[in-house]
């Protein structure tokens, strides 16, 4: 809808339709679709879940002591408040839904004069353009003033916050009206005009500062009044240009306000429908309430000094009147920051004296999660570290080591620094530093946490998580949560660690969630799948085999690859159900194929974690046993880089898999000088290895593929050259002996019923 309007406002400005009928069309559209939503709204049904409610936590449950799902997620932890029973309407439920469809339906009168305002101007005589507009602009404003002052949500201002929102309004409107002053055209100010825009600055200013104020504590309220503004602001310059019959190329302008006010009105009621609570002891933005005002004057005295080259008595004098409430808002605003400063500290010596030398740690503490933010809200800029705490095992620290972490944590942090409790195992640490030096801390507290901790029994270790996000980057509550998601990060890299919050670690986080939701039961739902990708002789480039692989085809998730796969299911332990799938699949594919009369081998991969299992080599026996499959049929393959840490179970089990006469595989082959001597102990036929090794060696020598296929040749093993994507690297591969190839630049992998298209365009090959 916007871009529909800003095509009919640039046909306008460009002559190309007639400047009343192009500022219709652009408005037209965008009123009529805000409309049918504030209609929609006004007439609308309860609205689910709203933000004043917290239906997924149980009224005795305590939320500063019980680790809940929302907690789990990352997410941070509800206060405690007593719910309806789900379906059950309470009276303040009805009456703020009562009073939002009353706002809805008087926004929505507003909407549409606004916007009849600006159709009707093509279908009326050019006289009476002018009296059409400052009608709809005298209807709409006390609308719109109506509908404002009835929004739900609004809270009782103290007596400093009236004076600070009065200066403020003061300040921006003589800016605004020394602006339009200076921007209307020399001569004799037209009465009609300068009523319009004196007017108009002065709601303006109020709307203004009234969306600004409440941007944090209210985003949909603020969103309602900066709709407003815009929407009257249009409306304002719609008078002007027709009291100074502007031309009809000019008319167009105005319609990009009112379109985005009349769509911006729609979304901040749609957001204040939902129930927004108002925050506390957050601090105003200093910018631009302090530094719009002089920013806007100034700008209009510097375009008035080129046009006209002087300005008049009246002017300069309602220039300077910008200066004296501008100075009144700086005096305010230091005041108000010395009030919060001496709040802070006092609640930080609170917190101080509750978490102090002589504290029992394992007893409660609390600065609970609600203290925390309030904390976070009373500071401008640094940094949020959540640090958790594991034990040995699955032991849970005891209270002499809490004792110790609590002091170690005490002593590592900056003097200013708040250090609180939050769990049984888990601190939060607010520090003023900035990220890098943020991050610096939480490493040095993860080193002095990972010390051993002495007791009686001996000495105990705890591994520790360190989650780290800025709190200049958003609300309190979403820096906390960006803390948690960034400590869920570092447990699932295996802690010990600080992790950093960035975007894309919550999009991981997120994605990691729905695979451990979605991967239980995806072998009995059927959602696996394999493909197939042939392996090929290079001398004859007909195919002799297949390599099984692994995909997931999730209904919800897509299409899954192994690499984002096998860490979640080793994570669930299902690697041995998705294993014995997989070989399970692979013999049954080998039986249907034997039915066509190609005896080719296929290969299928294997973690070591399975091969450990000590039932691997039976059921391997009885899957081929099952289908009628030759042993030499199947090739079970290995990654070479997962060996190291079990070598012995892994050439225990590929010995095992040789004696029933299946043939094995060695992957990933690095060829580094650990892994040519742990060549020789692992019982494999084939050995796969990447096209790097097939280019030529450093200083001129030639390809290690060279030393790697003569040590294959001694110990009886075929050389497999993987990932080859390029004729050249096919040459290469042929030229330096190795027997067989498999990589894109031969066969790309496919379903089975492609695989089988694909060899029939070799009747001859492995019949």
């Not at 239980?520 to 002789?537: F, I, K, N, S, T």
């Not at 790097?692 to 296929?709: E, K, M, N, S």
Request: hydrophobic fraction near 50%; aromatic fraction near 4%; charge should be neutral.
């Amino acid at each position: 809808m916007s871009l529909t309007g800003a095509v009919f406002l640039l046909a306008g400005v460009a002559g190309l339709l007639p400047g009343p009928a192009a500022a219709a069309l652009a408005v037209a559209g965008g009123s009529a679709l805000a409309c049918v939503r504030l209609a929609w709204l006004a007439g609308g049904a309860l609205p689910a879940a709203p933000s004043d409610l917290t239906p997924n936590v149980p009224p005795t449950v305590d939320a500063r002591t019980t680790e809940s799902p929302a907690r789990s997620a990352g997410a941070a932890l509800p206060e405690r408040r007593d719910v309806a029973a789900p379906g059950v309407t309470t009276g303040r439920q009805a009456r703020r839904v009562a009073l939002s469809r009353r706002v809805a339906a008087i926004l929505d009168a507003a909407v549409l004069v606004a916007g009849l305002t600006v159709a009707v101007l093509p279908l009326s005589d050019p006289a009476h353009r002018l009296p059409i507009a400052l009608t709809g602009l005298c209807l709409t404003t006390p609308l719109y003033v109506t509908a404002l002052l009835r929004l739900p949500g609004r809270s009782r201002m103290s007596g400093p916050e009236l004076v600070r929102r009065g200066v403020d309004v003061l300040a921006l409107g003589v800016s605004l009206v020394f602006a339009g002053w200076m921007l209307l055209p020399g001569g004799p100010v037209r009465a009609v005009a300068g009523i319009a825009a004196s007017g108009g600055a002065v709601v303006l200013a109020v709307l203004v500062v009234a969306a600004l104020a409440e941007r944090r504590r209210r985003p949909g309220a603020a969103g309602c009044h900066a709709g407003a503004a815009l929407t009257l602001g249009g409306l304002t310059l719609l008078v002007v240009l027709l009291a100074y019959d502007a031309p009809e190329r000019a008319l167009p302008v105005v319609a990009a306000p009112l379109l985005a006010g009349a769509l911006l009105t729609v979304a901040g009621l749609r957001r204040a429908w939902a129930g927004e609570r108002p925050g506390r002891d957050l601090a105003p933005a200093a910018w631009p309430r302090l530094t719009a005002p002089a920013g806007i004057a100034a700008l209009a005295a510097g375009v008035h000094l080129c046009a006209v080259g002087e300005f008049s008595t009246g002017a300069m004098a309602l220039g300077l009147a910008v200066i004296p409430p501008i100075m009144a808002g700086e005096l305010l605003a230091a005041a108000d920051q010395r009030r919060r400063v001496q709040r802070l500290a006092a609640r930080e010596a609170w917190l101080r004296c509750r978490l102090g030398p002589d504290a029992r740690v394992a007893e409660p503490a609390p600065l609970t999660r609600a203290d925390l933010v309030r904390a976070m809200a009373q500071r401008s800029g640094g940094a949020l570290l959540v640090v958790d705490l594991h034990g040995e095992g699955a032991a849970v620290p005891e209270g002499p080591v809490l004792t110790e972490v609590a002091r170690r944590l005490r002593a590592g942090a900056e003097a200013h620094d708040l250090v609180g409790r939050l769990g049984d195992t888990e601190y939060a640490i607010l520090t003023d530093l900035g990220p890098v030096l943020a991050y610096a801390l939480g490493t040095r507290l993860l080193a002095a946490l990972a010390e051993p901790y002495p007791r009686p029994s001996g000495a105990a270790r705890v591994r520790v998580s360190v989650g780290l996000a800025e709190t200049g980057g958003g609300e309190p509550e979403d820096v906390l949560r960006q803390a948690d998601l960034a400590r869920r990060r570092a447990v699932q890299l295996g802690r010990d660690r600080v992790e950093w919050y960035d975007a894309y670690l919550e999009e991981q986080l997120v994605r990691r969630l729905d695979l451990e939701r979605e991967l239980p039961g995806a072998v009995a739902r059927g959602e696996l799948d394999l493909v197939y990708q042939p392996v090929v002789a290079l001398a004859e480039r007909v195919p002799v085999g297949t390599e099984a692989l692994l995909r997931w085809r999730s209904p919800t998730l897509g299409t899954v690859l192994p690499a984002e796969l096998l860490p979640v299911a080793a994570d669930l332990d299902l690697v041995g159900e998705i294993g014995r799938w997989v070989v399970d699949r692979a013999c049954r594919q080998l039986a249907a194929w034997s039915e066509g009369g190609r005896e080719l081998w296929m290969a299928v991969n294997v973690t070591p974690r399975e091969l450990a299992a000590p039932d691997f080599v039976a059921r391997t026996a009885t899957a081929l046993a099952a289908y009628d499959v030759s042993p030499e049929r199947l090739v079970v393959e290995v990654a070479e880089p997962a060996v190291g840490a079990e070598l012995s179970t892994v050439v225990a089990r590929l010995a095992g898999l040789r004696s029933i006469g299946v043939r094995t595989a060695l992957d990933d082959f690095r060829a580094e000088h650990a892994s040519l001597a742990q060549l020789r102990r692992l019982p494999i036929d084939l050995l796969k290895v990447g096209p790097h090794l097939v280019g030529p060696g450093g200083d001129g020598q030639r390809p290690l593929i060279d030393v790697v296929a003569n040590l294959a040749d001694r110990l009886g093993v075929e050389l497999v050259v993987e990932e080859l994507e390029s004729e050249g690297q096919v040459a290469g591969a042929r030229r330096a002996g190795c027997r067989y190839g498999q990589g894109f630049a031969l066969a790309r992998p496919a379903t089975a019923e492609r695989v089988e298209a694909w060899f029939e365009e070799f009747p001859s090959a492995a019949r």
